[in-house]
């Protein structure tokens, strides 16, 4: 079984920071991509960040200067610290990770439970 839980988020003024975090957890034999996707009311599901387990990063062009990801591959835990924060980006933060379990020695994807992103004044 495999979990990932997320921490952080909240409400914040515009302009302001934020960061949330997220770590896989359970029986896992290696972690590959992770990212961070976001829902806002009525909308889809879009991508906003992902990292590779070398490091490279991607971006959506909305938080591009803005949004930073990272990863600590030792805790197998994915960050996204967030600048500049905007109305447009409150919506429910999901990580996103590909997981190679041990038990199945299968990847596949894993979701967190999500965090709620509130920018308002």
């Known amino acids: 079984q495999v979990q990932l839980v997320e921490s952080g988020g909240g409400l914040v003024q515009p302009g302001g920071s934020l960061s949330v975090s997220c770590a896989a957890s359970?029986?896992?034999?290696?972690?590959?991509?992770m990212g961070w996707y976001r829902q806002a009311p009525g909308k889809q599901r879009e991508l906003v960040a992902t990292?590779?387990?070398?490091?490279?990063?991607n971006y959506a062009d909305s938080v591009k200067g803005r949004f930073t990801i990272s990863r600590d591959n030792a805790n197998r835990t994915v960050y996204l610290q967030m600048n500049s924060l905007k109305p447009e980006d409150t919506a429910v933060y999901y990580c996103?990770?590909?997981?190679?379990?041990?038990?199945?020695?299968?990847?596949?994807?894993?979701w967190g439970q999500g965090t709620q992103v509130t920018v308002s004044s």
């Open positions: 359970g029986s896992i034999f290696t972690v590959y991509d």
């Open positions: 996103n990770a590909a997981v190679v379990s041990a038990r199945s020695l299968t990847k596949r994807a894993y």
């Open positions: 990292i590779t387990s070398g490091g490279s990063t």
